[in-house]
C-alpha cells in the first residue's frame, strides 16, 4: 500500500522556521521524484520545489527560491522541505508528491500538512 505522510507543519511566526517531513512507503522511493505543493485558501494547488530522484537536482518556485530548502534521503525514504524566513502569505497545506514514468506512469499524493505563519 503506497503511503505518502507529512509531518511538521502548525503554526509560526512571520520571519520563523519550519521543517516538512515526508515519509515515504509502499513503493521504489529512489525511483521517484519529489515535490513539494501547496494550496492556500480560494486558491489552485501550485509547486513550491521539486528534487530529482538522486537529489543531484532541485527547482524551486521564484516566491520561495533563497528561503526553502528541498532534500530527500533515499535510505531512509523520506523527503523534507526546510522553510526560512516564513511569510504570511506562505500559509497554506503543503502536499507530498511523487511521480515517475519508470514502467509507466505513477503519481502519488499525501494527506497534507497545515503551516500557518501569523503574529
Known amino acids: 500500500q503506497v503511503q505518502l505522510v507529512e509531518s511538521g507543519g502548525g503554526l509560526v511566526q512571520p520571519g520563523g522556521s519550519l521543517r516538512l517531513s515526508c515519509a515515504a512507503s509502499?513503493?521504489?522511493?529512489?525511483?521517484?521524484?519529489m515535490s513539494w505543493y501547496r494550496q492556500a485558501p480560494g486558491k489552485e494547488r501550485e509547486l513550491v520545489a521539486s528534487?530529482?530522484?538522486?537529489?543531484?537536482?532541485?527547482n524551486y518556485a521564484g516566491s520561495v527560491s533563497g528561503r526553502f530548502v528541498i532534500s530527500r534521503d533515499n535510505a531512509k525514504n523520506s523527503m523534507y522541505l526546510q522553510m526560512n524566513s516564513l511569510k504570511p502569505e506562505d500559509t497554506a497545506v503543503y502536499y507530498c508528491?511523487?511521480?515517475?514514468?519508470?514502467?509507466?506512469?505513477?503519481?502519488?499524493w499525501g494527506q497534507g500538512t497545515q503551516v500557518t505563519v501569523s503574529s
Open positions: 509502499g513503493f521504489t522511493f529512489s525511483s521517484y521524484g
Open positions: 508528491n511523487a511521480r515517475t514514468y519508470v514502467s509507466g506512469y505513477s503519481n502519488y
Open positions: 528534487i530529482s530522484t538522486t537529489g543531484g537536482s532541485t
